[in-house]
Nanobody
Framework: QVQLVESGGGLVQAGGSLRLSCAAS????????MGWFRQAPGKERMSVAAISRSGGSTYYADYVKGRFTISRDNTKNTVYLQMNSLKPEDTAVYYC?????????????????WGQGTQVTVSS
């Protein structure tokens, strides 16, 4: 069982930056690939970024490449999402996710555990 607790969401102006953090419980954090998803009203929950168990491989959705960076610190049981050059269309609820059965989670079906979600709002 993995418990995921997110922090760092909030309100920011377009062009600004936020860093999301996801703290995970347990002694087996490094056995889980981690990811960030987001869901805007009326839309499906979609992958934003993902990272392999060791942190050696990353995935990014096309619409965040060059702006967002995912990282993890397995000694702190924490995964991060650094978001720069934010746009109004980035507004969504952001969810931290853990997967034991995929190289990194980029589909909701691969996710074993979800965080509670945190709101990110980008104003124009």
């Amino acid at each position: 069982q993995v418990q995921l607790v997110e922090s760092g969401g909030g309100l920011v102006q377009a062009g600004g930056s936020l860093r999301l953090s996801c703290a995970a419980s347990g002694r087996t954090f490094s056995r889980y690939a981690m990811g960030w998803f987001r869901q805007a009203p009326g839309k499906e929950r979609m992958s934003v970024a993902a990272i392999s168990r060791s942190g050696g491989s990353t995935y990014y959705a096309d619409y965040v490449k060059g702006r967002f960076t995912i990282s993890r610190d397995n000694t702190k049981n924490t995964v991060y999402l650094q978001m720069n050059s934010l746009k109004p269309e980035d507004t969504a609820v952001y969810y931290c996710a853990a997967s034991s059965g995929s190289y990194y989670p980029v589909t909701t079906g691969s996710v074993d555990y979800w965080g509670q979600g945190t709101q990110v709002t980008v104003s124009s």
